[in-house]
């Protein structure tokens, strides 16, 4: 932990002082055991700590998030396979809270209560590789009635040059230009129906020469043929196109078993069937190819999505790279779940973009520690690296007692994973 933090300390390094020592404390505090990870429960779990220095430290430090998150990225690109193919996914996520005063809180959508609900709404990026995935990247969602209250924006410390609205799909767009600026290697892009519709940007994603693969709606209209002509047809429907579910029913025959990946409970099996057509975004001046891309799961759940994939891709390939977006689904969950993720105190612009990288440094570290001992012990978890750096700086069990109840969970998780593959 301790050689980990030196890694990263420059980034923490201002004119006037070095945050790095409130970096490694803050990072070892996501990496606890505490009930709550919150800066007042933090104290009181690590000693060492004082709360106001974390919240300066959070709050007013002028290091740059930016800076933490390429790193973050770039170490998950060496923790990755060279050889195979990486992807950059996209989603959002909503942080339940209470008043009015937080940065970008607002009465808006939040998918983990789903419903509308007093929250803020962050866009996240991940790398993911198989069943490997780490946050890459985040940025606050600042709803209208924020940027046209400059008093409001004032008080939650809002730069300048932070106050034009951006839609999500835009912010998606900053973070998949930004990874791309930064040399970060990745060859495909996946994200969910909100950013699939937008085809003007699955466009520009194709203009950086990578693949897309998006979630789209049941009624997606999709041309079975090149449609003629340099000028998109105004209607659409009119035009010659269908909608995906409509070519679902007429070719559901020709679907086929895919297995996805291997899970806990066994085998990941879906019903696969894809099929060629065109899509033309409104900003293109021709039309674009495409992959129709569906799945069906063993519950009857349908997920369409499109692919610029080229005619040569394999069936497989589509297939688990449609299924990908799950991993940084998980992502979001563990860091909520394991990593304090959802817990911050801080109201301002600048906390919660600090927050939210070191949340992706605490996950890159626990990536870094599950494949250090990969070969010996294949099942280690975010939660077993947490268990172990607890013990580190502040558990009162012994070394053996953490291992043994690490092994002991291993064992019952391979126990089921091969139960549960014996009756498929």
Known sequence: MVEYCDMIAGIFKCHTRNGSPHAQSYIAGLLSRAERKNMERLTEELPHLHYENLQQFLSSSPWKSEDLWRFVAQRAVECFDPQAEISLLIDESGFAKKGTRSAG???????????????????????????????????LYL??????????????????????FKTKNEIAWALIEAAESNGIRFEW?????????????????????????????????????CPPGNVRPEAVKASGSRGVAELWEVGRKDAQDCVLRLGENGKVKVKFWRKRGWIWPPASETAMAVWLCLSVRADGTIKYSISNAPEECQRETLAQNQAQRYFIE?????????LGMGEYQARKWIAWHHHMALVGAAMI?????????????????????VEMVAWYFAESRTAGEVVD???????RRARSMKFKLSKK
Request: hydrophobic share 35%; aromatic share 6%; net charge negative.
């Open 405 to 411: 109840q690490i092994l002991l969970r291993h064992q």
């Open 143 to 164: 709803p209208e009635e924020w940027t046209q209250d400059s008093e409001r924006c004032d008080a939650a410390g809002i730069p300048n040059d932070q106050r034009e």
């Open 330 to 338: 998980r992502a979001l969950e563990e860091g909520k779940s394991e």
């Open 189 to 225: 892009v996946a994200a969910d129906e909100a950013y699939g519709r937008d085809q003007n940007l699955l466009l520009k994603i194709a203009g950086l020469g990578k693949l897309f693969m998006v979630d789209v709606a049941h009624n997606q209209q999709v041309w079975e043929t």
């Open 365 to 385: 570290f626990a990536l870094m520690e599950r494949q250090r001992v990969e070969g010996n012990s294949p099942l280690t978890s975010v939660r077993d690296v």
């Open 105 to 139: 809180v607002a009465r808006q959508y939040n998918g983990r209560l789903g419903k509308v609900d007093n929250s803020q709404v962050g866009v996240f990026s991940a790398l993911s590789q198989g069943h490997r995935c780490v946050l890459t990247g985040a940025r």
